[in-house]
């Protein structure tokens, strides 16, 4: 079965940093965009960041911006979400998600292939 795993979530306090992992089971990365989503309770899964599949571009949400990395490297399978200055707003699972044909798509959900089981990240003193 195709599909991503979250990995690198847990409990940090105002003002930390975690990093995201996402790595596919059953297929490589290299032809894929590659979006950060999250949700939290009771709140719709919104759009986080996207990477495209050379890594040369990169997209963030306005409430992340300047605090959240998007990187990958093709060759280990892996992309990252590095986080820096968690607030507790972004306290969420997060996922990540799979599209084929290297270029981000944007944030509609339906957009994309293949989705992770999420990680929770909670932000909190």
């Known amino acids: 079965q195709l599909q991503l795993v979250e990995s690198g979530g847990g409990l940090v306090q105002p003002g930390g940093s975690l990093r995201l992992s996402c790595a596919p089971s059953?297929?490589?990365?290299?032809?894929?965009?590659i979006g950060w989503f999250r949700q939290a309770p009771g709140k719709e899964r919104e759009g986080v960041s996207c990477?495209?599949?050379?890594?040369?571009?990169?997209t963030y949400a306005d409430s992340v911006q300047g605090r959240f990395t998007v990187s990958r490297d093709n060759t280990k399978n892996t992309v990252w979400l590095q986080m820096n200055n968690l607030k507790p707003e972004d306290t969420a699972v997060y996922y990540c998600?799979?599209?084929?044909?290297?270029?981000?798509?944007?944030?509609?959900?339906?957009?994309?292939?293949?989705w992770g089981q999420g990680t929770q990240v909670t932000v909190s003193s």
């Open positions: 990477i495209d599949g050379s890594g040369d571009t990169t």
């Open positions: 059953g297929f490589t990365l290299d032809y894929y965009a």
């Open positions: 998600a799979a599209d084929w044909g290297h270029i981000c798509p944007g944030w509609s959900l339906d957009e994309y292939d293949y």
